[in-house]
């Protein structure tokens, strides 16, 4: 808990609980007095206290502590000498298999970057090798970029399959797909290796928290199914009615339409249809039309990339290559960004949460806010907060993952409903709820 400042997070919690410092004290059994030392950061607010407050007042533990920034200049970098300090060897049924490494990660953001390398060396392609172990799956998103000759493993529909990779071939698995790795046996014996970058986005802690509380058995009759647009239109349709209370009856007095026809229909009803049906439930269109997930596993060979000269192909000053990149995570994106030479004194400022590692043979600078300016050397990573300000100088290749986190989507049209006056008091509402 920061001391000598106002405790906003104590604040916030009597506010929203409707408590004026003197209710607080007669709550927990303190005096007004330290309620308000403990407000205006003159006492520490001891756990003792938080204790008696999440017993007898509808608030969790985590409510009363904050984030900790780690990136307090709006970066942190992770050098690659403390990258190696971190190696570890993983064995797979007692055969060294991987060999791991940090990359840069931070407390702001859900990224949990690792630099693989791929101990086992296999001298053939066959997905059933016995000699390869999966895993089995895990709960964060992963982005995997490739160096080197790496065979790439994955459970799809109860069938192991494999995929040949090579130098700047990408690749996005969704949670719990089991998957694998291993370098293919090459002449100049060289062992391959990949970045590995897991995330987690729009499921993190918080909502994981909010859906083991409400448990299985409940949770699992949200379920949409998003298998293909018209079953989506469907099961989000129902999903409103519900939630709605508006029974078949009640939709047809509505809106004059057929429910039931609507059902069977194997078409998508046209965007007419749908923006009146949503008029009618007070929603909005898109939530009628919500994404599908086309991909569970999506490979990308480097020569299918798409890629443009940035900021035009007069003004060739960097190179974006697209990589695996998905239309159901679209703040998802993936680059391999040449800097050939920014003679326009370019910089950037983009509204997600970044990482970036330096994947070239060469030294580059970076400037952060115009102000701060740091080495960006091979094997060294970056994570940027969303909108920091940042400029390259010099010529290298970086590789870049984007990642929406929580603030995109809802969140951010939340927030941005606020007013800027509004947005600011957000930040600092240390007000009573009235004068
Ligand atoms: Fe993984």
Known sequence: ?????????????????????????????????????????????????????????????????SVEDDAKHGFKIFKSKASNSTERKMYRGGEAYYLYKDTVMSKVSTFRPEWIQQLKVVDNSNPNNKGVKFNNGHFLHQFTYFIGPVNFYYILNNKKRVAKMNTGDSMYISPYIPHSFTTRKNKKNLLGNILALTYADKLNTESLNEFSAIGYELTKKFNLNLKNKIYAFKSSLLYHLKNSSISDHNFKELTGLNLNRL?????????KVIDKIATYLKINSRDLLPPIQNDYVKIQKYKSNRSWFYPSKYKKDFLFVELTNLSHLPMSKAFELNILNNKNNIGFSVPAHQYLYNIGSSKIKINFNKKIKQNFNPGDSIYLKPNVNYKFSGKGKVLILRIGGSVSSDALYHLSWLSQKNLKRLFNDYKQWFN
């Open 263 to 271: 059902l069977k229909n194997k078409k998508l009803p046209n965007k």
């Open 1 to 65: 808990m920061p001391k000598n400042i106002f405790n906003y997070k104590f604040k916030k919690i009597l506010n929203d609980l409707k408590r004026r410092p003197e209710d607080a004290a007669l709550d927990l059994g303190l005096t007004k007095k330290k309620i308000n030392q403990i407000l205006e950061g003159k006492k520490k607010l001891e756990f003792d206290l938080i204790e008696k407050a999440v017993k007898i007042w509808p608030v969790n533990y985590n409510e009363f502590f």
